[in-house]
């Protein structure tokens, strides 16, 4: 086992060391949204990364009968911090890690092997559609048994341990070639190199119908265009879109992860996947767009010359889930987070089903899942999944779709005009105002709260105020409540606005406004949303006083 292994004659020749090391507790190690996410800098200074690593291993029980899956999105850090991670639950006994070859593996497939092996948890190393290289971000993010985030009692739990660590367990030894599939033992811990794109495929090829995607894609009559952005998912598209479905070769953009995503920001909105966007607008332009981020749990959806709303893709997804050979049997429910438009609300009901609201973050779904409340749920965010896996499912999301096209003949823009035509349209748009001073964006948003006590019964931007709060959610599986996660403005006519404060940014804070209202005259849905929500958008800005407290001259990014 593992005897072309290097470490192995490590270990045989017996100069491996476990150590303990001396250390203090950071302050700041706190996980947010989506996993502890902060500045590569940060994560770089002595015993920070061991730190929050053997906080977690603290906080798991009974470490030898454990398997962990391991990967990340090749960021920069990467190859370093799963080498430390790697010598680290060799020292802490962790029975069995499961490790994506050359480190990498997207949070959707690190979910999946979770699930497909049984293993305990896993640990990925991302910071997501945060920009990477030397002066990125990085991030780590730890899923339980299910496949999914850890709930917030765990990432407490985590937390709790980081505040008080004085030592943490490493072992010497050289690196492990992580280059290769196969097996090498470190001390008792038994390490598995797997194709971190195999399981994934498998999966993908159960849920959609491939021989009719093999129609669509590979008769050269439809073009895709799948625009990477260097990061994570470019091995997946190319294995899955141009190699087992026969895309045309080029497909995949910049498919080769890079360490700083070249230079780009792995977001997929419109101001940063803009390569894609252009490519999208010209003519001709291909049938089909997707961009996905550092981590691959997210996807943009474009048709020519035209954008889907994350909101209105959850949507049409429902809508249209009858028609995927996976979820044919029916959608148990589904879910959405709070901001998210209530376009999928109008599905559920039609479709006689529930549809929960959750705060922010996939953590949030992991129950209604587990439980089999819901089948399908998504983000306003670009995150869209199902019951196939815990996380959020870029290429999942991008497969549906043309699975959908596939049944439906139909292009991307057509689908979603005779979705508006059918349930109306719920405008939707979210202002982000990135990087704006930390102090401002408290005093804004405790400001509001204090403002918001005194508004219900008014009319602002046209419409009537309904009722005022601040988001509290009480979990129906396990009962725990979640609070503070978003001050909502709700009109009597069903529009909202939300504002929220981000939690995965390392530098200043993001003040996201989310602003809907919901139009079922057919004669209005060719609309621009910043024009039609142009006197919800101006209330929203006058209400918080966002552009005189910030000087902004508008949001960094509009989605
Ligand atoms: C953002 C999104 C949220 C998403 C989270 C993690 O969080 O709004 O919907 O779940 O990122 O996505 P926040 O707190 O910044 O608004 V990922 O793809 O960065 O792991
Ligand atoms: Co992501």
């Given at each position: 086992?593992?005897?072309?292994?290097?470490?192995?004659?490590?270990?045989?020749?017996?100069?491996?060391?476990?150590?303990?090391?001396?250390?203090?507790?950071f302050?700041?190690?706190?996980?947010?949204?989506?996993?502890?996410r902060?500045?590569?800098?940060?994560?770089?200074?002595?015993?920070?990364?061991?730190?929050f690593?053997?906080?977690?291993f603290?906080?798991?029980?009974?470490?030898?009968?454990?398997?962990?899956?391991i990967?990340?999105?090749?960021?920069?850090?990467?190859?370093?911090?799963i080498?430390?991670?790697?010598?680290?639950?060799?020292?802490?006994?962790?029975?069995?890690?499961?490790?994506?070859?050359?480190?990498?593996?997207?949070?959707?497939?690190?979910s999946?092997?979770?699930?497909?092996?049984?293993?305990?948890?896993?640990?990925?190393?991302?910071?997501?559609?945060?920009?990477?290289g030397v002066?990125?971000?990085?991030?780590i993010?730890?899923?339980?048994?299910?496949?999914?985030?850890?709930?917030?009692?765990?990432?407490?739990?985590i937390?709790?341990?980081?505040?008080?660590?004085?030592?943490?367990?490493?072992?010497?030894?050289?690196d492990?070639?992580?280059?290769?599939?196969?097996?090498?033992?470190?001390?008792?811990?038994r390490?598995?190199?797997?194709?971190p794109?195999?399981?994934?495929?498998?999966?993908?090829?159960?849920l959609?119908?491939?021989d009719?995607?093999?129609?669509?894609?590979?008769?050269?009559?439809f073009?895709?265009?799948?625009?990477?952005?260097?990061?994570?998912?470019?091995?997946?598209?190319?294995?899955?879109?141009?190699?087992?479905?026969?895309?045309?070769?080029?497909?995949?953009?910049n498919?080769?992860?890079?360490?700083?995503?070249?230079?780009?920001?792995p977001?997929?909105?419109?101001?940063?996947?803009?390569?894609?966007?252009e490519i999208?607008?010209?003519?001709?332009?291909?049938?089909?767009?997707?961009?996905?981020?550092g981590?691959?749990?997210?996807?943009?959806?474009?048709?020519?010359?035209?954008?889907?709303?994350?909101?209105?893709?959850?949507?049409?997804?429902?809508?249209?889930?009858?028609?995927?050979?996976?979820?044919?049997?029916?959608?148990?429910?589904?879910?959405?987070?709070?901001?998210?438009?209530?376009?999928?609300?109008?599905?559920?009901?039609?479709?006689?089903?529930?549809?929960?609201?959750?705060?922010?973050?996939?953590?949030?779904?992991?129950?209604?899942?587990?439980?089999?409340?819901?089948?399908?749920?998504?983000e306003?965010?670009?995150?869209?999944?199902?019951?196939h896996?815990?996380e959020?499912?870029?290429?999942?999301?991008?497969?549906?779709?043309?699975?959908?096209?596939?049944?439906?003949?139909?292009?991307?823009?057509?689908?979603?005009?005779?979705?508006?035509?059918?349930?109306?349209?719920?405008?939707?748009?979210?202002h982000?105002?990135e990087?704006?001073?930390?102090?401002?964006?408290?005093?804004?948003?405790?400001?509001?709260?204090?403002?918001?006590?005194?508004?219900?019964?008014?009319?602002?931007?046209?419409?009537?105020i309904?009722?005022?709060?601040?988001?509290?959610?009480?979990?129906?599986?396990?009962g725990s409540?979640?609070?503070?996660?978003?001050?909502?403005?709700?009109?009597?006519?069903?529009?909202?606005?939300?504002?929220?404060l981000?939690?995965?940014?390392?530098?200043?804070?993001?003040?996201?406004?989310?602003?809907?209202?919901?139009?079922?005259?057919?004669?209005?849905h060719?609309?621009?949303?910043?024009?039609?929500?142009?006197?919800?958008?101006?209330?929203?800005n006058?209400?918080?006083?966002?552009?005189?407290?910030?000087?902004?001259?508008?949001?960094?990014?509009?989605?």
């Open positions: 086992m593992g005897t072309r292994n290097q470490p192995t004659s490590v270990l045989e020749s017996g100069i491996m060391k476990i150590r303990t090391v001396t250390t203090e507790p302050a700041d190690q706190k996980p947010g949204t989506s996993g502890l902060k500045k590569v800098s940060v994560f770089r200074q002595p015993h920070y990364l061991e730190n690593i053997q906080a977690l603290n906080a798991l029980h009974d470490l030898p009968t454990l398997t962990l899956v990967g990340g999105d090749g960021r920069f850090h990467n190859r370093d911090a080498q430390v991670i790697l010598r680290m639950a060799a020292a802490n006994g962790v029975g069995r890690l499961i490790v994506g070859r050359g480190g990498l593996l997207s949070t959707p497939a690190a999946c092997l979770i699930r497909a092996h049984g293993a305990n948890g896993g640990i990925i190393l991302s910071a997501s559609h945060n920009p990477g002066n990125g971000d990085f991030g993010k730890f899923n339980v048994a299910n496949g999914g985030p850890a709930p917030e009692r765990v990432t407490e739990e937390f709790r341990q980081t505040q008080t660590i004085r030592q943490y367990r490493i072992i010497d030894s050289d492990i070639d992580l280059s290769r599939d196969g097996e090498v033992r470190l001390e008792n811990t390490i598995t190199v797997v194709d794109v195999a399981d994934y495929a498998a999966l993908m090829e159960k959609f119908d491939f009719r995607l093999q129609d669509l894609l590979g008769g050269g009559m073009n895709v265009c799948f625009d990477a952005m260097h990061a994570v998912t470019g091995p997946y598209a190319t294995a899955i879109l141009e190699r087992r479905l026969g895309a045309m070769p080029g497909t995949v953009l498919y080769t992860p890079l360490v700083d995503f070249g230079g780009g920001h977001d997929p909105n419109l101001t940063y996947a803009s390569e894609l966007v999208m607008a010209a003519t001709p332009a291909p049938d089909f767009g997707a961009a996905s981020d981590d691959g749990d997210r996807a943009m959806i474009l048709g020519q010359r035209f954008f889907v709303s994350p909101s209105d893709s959850i949507a049409v997804m429902a809508a249209n889930a009858h028609l995927v050979p996976g979820y044919r049997g029916g959608l148990a429910g589904v879910a959405r987070s709070m901001p998210t438009s209530q376009a999928l609300d109008r599905v559920a009901k039609r479709l006689g089903i529930d549809c929960y609201e959750t705060p922010t973050g996939w953590k949030y779904f992991g129950n209604l899942l587990d439980s089999g409340r819901i089948t399908l749920c998504g306003e965010s670009f995150g869209a999944g199902s019951s896996l815990r959020k499912d870029g290429l999942w999301a991008v497969l549906f779709w043309l699975d959908v096209i596939a049944a439906r003949r139909q292009s991307v823009e057509q689908i979603v005009r005779a979705h508006w035509r059918d349930y109306g349209r719920n405008f939707y748009t979210r982000d105002y990087n704006i001073d930390a102090n401002v964006a408290h005093d804004i948003v405790s400001e509001l709260r204090t403002k918001m006590a005194t508004l219900s019964g008014k009319t602002i931007g046209g419409h009537q309904a009722k005022c709060d601040d988001f509290s959610y009480t979990d129906p599986v396990d409540v979640t609070q503070q996660q978003g001050l909502r403005i709700l009109f009597r006519d069903g529009s909202r606005i939300v504002y929220r981000s939690g995965t940014g390392t530098e200043g804070a993001t003040l996201r406004i989310y602003i809907e209202q919901y139009v079922a005259d057919s004669a209005r060719g609309d621009d949303p910043q024009t039609a929500l142009a006197g919800l958008i101006a209330a929203a006058h209400l918080s006083g966002i552009l005189t407290r910030t000087g902004r001259g508008g949001p960094t990014v509009i989605t």
